[in-house]
Every structure is written in structure tokens, then in C-alpha cells.
């Protein structure tokens, strides 16, 4: 019996007979032959079905077999004699499934019978692709924090106050409890994790319940937040590029048939290396004023301004001290300017806007107080934060990113939903 192999380990056996077992993505005919494109997850292949070295048996199954399909293919490794590609030459055909007739035709399909049939969407080579390019993100996030000494640390998804207020939080009924919360950040608790371990992240679903269409919002999605003790606000933006820039050679050193298949032009990538650019709040809406943006010097940039203040700019783009006000009531404030925040968001380059934000947090106990109160929060549920600034209280500074952001920014794709499995939008949960 032929060794059973991975289809990405083909080039491996040139020249002898092994097995595959697989999916039929793609099917067509000449004569004498059939041509079966093979799926097995870990790659692509073309197995050539010649009637005259087959038995009546397979021949007969492969004409059979339909779209997606699973079989087991068993035959001799070969080069493609122009492209840098290897081949199946088959001696045997098995069938596990013989699947229905494919919803998922060569035709064009609109978005929302793509999102209904996500569960078979995920199948194509593009979606193939988008989902290894996601996989490569998290691997180099969690070998980068390990190199980093940053320790793992699982915050809970439920809890019992928000993190920048309570607008945007999807609320439950917590047994005799009273109310909770679907953690929209696990900010917090990992700034409790500092006294023990001093460098920590986590990473996993988080849930924010904006009303927001636009083409970087979910309502549940991946985050990575990380929180280190010591560490002010600029050596937290050197964490950040140095993190983003080993994040995206990792990428690019790995998923070179994933950028290949998504038609990605990776040059523009290869430039992201430290330093990254900066700018202040108040010089980035100078500059958008002067590109004719109506934003304010007290307004958050929205999802267009980003798109603009970076046009023309080969690297990320760091906006620092943004106004206290419109920030998160646990950003450390500027000691040059007591208006501004010690905070920054990065801004990706090619128009895909946000993709980290982070501070460096308040670490003075009335301060902090002080700040709750300013931003009309209840103090009960964050006693136990306010006690992190009672006993042993040191500088300290985190950042979050945003998976999905980043994967579609890597992938070239335009709209974050294709860059998570089972995307959840103000307009769908289902399948």
C-alpha cells in the first residue's frame, strides 16, 4: 500500500508512489484523461487520471465524482513540466463521499449568498489562504511575545464593568447577580497580571456592540492586548513597531503561495520595518484640515481620516496625545500638557486604517479616582482596579491590536469579514 502523504509534502516524493486523501475542488476532461484538483488543507495538487492506466473501475469513479467530493487518490509524484508544481499521476481511485451538486459555482456570487454559505466559503482557495495568512499572524504574535519574555495570561470574557464605559457592551443577565458583561478588552485584569508576572498578553474573542456597517467593524472579533510593568509610553510604541514589523516578515517569509493565490502585491509589505512614523493628534488633523477634512482638534479620527492622513506614507503611522476627553478614563495624561493623553493609535498603511491602540495607564490611586468619577462611572465595580494603584503602584504601559484588521491588511482584502471564519455583524449571526 502507497504511503499516505500530505499534499504540501509532494515535493518530497517525486518519483514514488503514494496516497492522498482529499476534497475535489475543481474537475475537467480531454479525452483520455480527467483532471481532478485535489484539496487536502495542507495544500493543492492536480491529480491526471489517464483511462489507459487506470482500471474500468476508476475510470469509471472518476467520471463519476463531483465538486467537493472526497476520495482517496493513490498514484506516482511527478514535476509539472512548466510551472514549479507537482502531479499526481494516479493508479488508483477510491470515493469516501459523493457529494451533491456545489452551491458554490464559478459564477460570480454577491456577499450576502457568500456569508450565507460561509461554512462552504471557506473552502476556496482565496478563503484558504486568508485563513493561513490569519494563522501565520497569531503564530509570529505568540513566538515574538515569548521572545519578549511575555507571559500568557487568560482574562475572563465575563464581567462585571466595562472597560471604556458601558455604550458598547452586550449585556447578560448573570443568575442572582444582576448584570454582566461580554468583555470587550481584557485590558484590565491584565494590568492586575503585571504585579505577578510583569509582562503579559492575552489573546481571544472579544465582543463590542456598536451599531457601526463600515468595512472594519465586527461585533465579535480577536484581540490581542498586552500590558507591561515599567514601561512607559515610549518604549511602548518601540514594543508595538518592533511586534508589527516581525509580525509581517513572518508573513512574508512563509505564506508566499497564500499571497500568490490572493494576487497580494507583497512590495509595499517589505517596507514595514522600524522606525515607523509619528505624529501628533494636533499635527494629523493639521495635515487632514489642509486635505480637506471638516474634523475638529477635539474629534477622534474615523475610519476616512485614517485612510487619508496615511495616502502617502510607505509605513505605519503612529498618532500620539490625542485630547484627554475623548479618551479612555485610565490613559495617563501628558506632564507637558495636562490636556493630552500619553496614548497612540497605529495607523497601517494602504488605506486599512487602525489596527493597535494602546497607553500608557494612570498609575496615580487618586488620580485615578479622580478620573472615574470625571467620566460618570461607578466606582464600586472597579474597586478592585483602583486597589492595583494601592499596593505597590509602578509606571506601566499596554497596547491592544486587532486580528482581523491586521489579516486583512496583510491579505489585501477589503472588508474585515473575511478575515475571521464565521464573521458576526450588527446584521448577522448565522451560520
Known amino acids: 500500500m502507497a504511503e499516505r502523504i500530505l499534499i504540501s509534502d509532494a515535493h518530497l516524493y517525486v518519483g514514488k508512489a503514494v496516497g492522498v486523501d482529499a476534497w475535489v475542488y475543481n474537475k475537467r476532461s480531454s479525452g483520455g484523461i480527467i483532471f481532478l484538483q485535489l484539496r487536502d488543507g495542507s495544500g493543492f495538487i492536480q491529480a491526471v487520471v489517464e483511462k489507459s492506466s487506470v482500471s474500468e473501475e476508476a475510470w469509471a469513479i472518476s467520471e463519476k465524482i463531483t465538486l467537493e467530493s472526497s476520495v482517496s487518490i493513490s498514484g506516482v509524484v511527478s514535476k509539472h513540466p512548466r510551472r514549479d508544481e507537482y502531479e499526481l499521476q494516479v493508479s488508483e481511485v477510491k470515493v469516501y463521499h459523493i457529494a451533491d451538486e456545489y452551491p458554490i459555482g464559478k459564477k460570480e456570487h454577491g456577499p450576502d449568498f457568500l456569508l450565507d454559505h460561509r461554512h462552504l466559503w471557506i473552502r476556496s482557495r482565496r478563503q484558504w489562504a486568508i485563513m493561513r495568512i490569519r494563522n501565520a499572524v497569531i503564530n509570529a504574535t505568540y513566538e515574538w511575545m515569548a521572545k519578549n519574555r511575555f507571559v500568557k495570561f487568560d482574562s475572563p470574557i465575563l464581567t462585571p464593568n466595562a472597560c471604556e464605559g458601558t455604550t458598547t457592551l452586550f449585556e447578560v443577565e448573570y443568575f442572582d447577580l444582576g448584570k454582566a458583561y461580554l468583555s470587550q478588552s481584557g485590558q484590565l485584569y491584565l494590568e492586575a497580571a503585571i504585579a505577578s508576572l510583569g509582562r503579559v498578553f492575552d489573546f481571544g474573542p472579544v465582543f463590542r456592540a456598536e451599531k457601526s456597517k463600515t468595512r472594519r467593524h465586527l461585533t465579535e472579533f480577536w484581540m490581542m492586548d498586552a500590558e507591561a510593568a515599567f514601561v512607559r509610553h515610549e518604549e511602548n510604541l518601540k514594543l508595538q513597531e518592533e511586534l508589527i514589523s516581525y509580525i509581517v516578515m513572518y508573513v512574508l517569509e512563509r505564506c508566499g503561495t497564500e499571497f500568490t493565490i490572493l494576487e497580494r502585491n507583497t512590495e509595499p509589505l517589505k517596507k514595514i520595518t522600524p522606525p515607523f512614523y509619528r505624529m501628533t493628534h494636533e499635527e494629523a488633523v493639521r495635515k487632514l ?143
Open 289 to 431: 484640515k489642509k486635505m480637506g477634512s471638516r474634523i475638529t482638534y477635539d474629534d477622534d479620527l474615523g475610519g476616512e481620516d485614517e485612510t487619508k492622513v496615511t495616502s502617502d506614507l510607505d509605513k505605519p503611522l503612529f498618532i500620539e496625545k490625542y485630547p484627554s476627553k475623548i479618551k479612555a478614563f485610565y490613559m495617563k495624561r501628558d506632564p507637558k500638557n495636562p490636556e493630552l493623553a500619553l496614548c497612540a493609535d497605529l495607523i497601517a498603511t494602504e488605506g486599512y486604517g487602525e489596527i493597535i491602540g494602546g497607553s500608557e495607564r494612570e498609575d496615580d490611586y487618586e488620580t485615578l479616582m479622580k478620573r472615574i468619577k470625571e467620566f460618570g462611572l461607578p466606582a464600586g465595580p472597579f474597586k478592585w482596579y483602583l486597589d492595583l494603584r494601592r499596593y505597590g503602584s509602578v509606571p506601566h504601559s499596554g497596547f491592544g491590536y486587532g486580528l482581523e484588521r491586521i489579516v486583512a491588511w496583510l491579505s489585501g482584502v477589503p472588508h474585515v469579514r473575511e478575515a475571521i471564519p464565521f464573521p458576526r455583524t450588527i446584521n448577522r449571526v448565522t451560520p
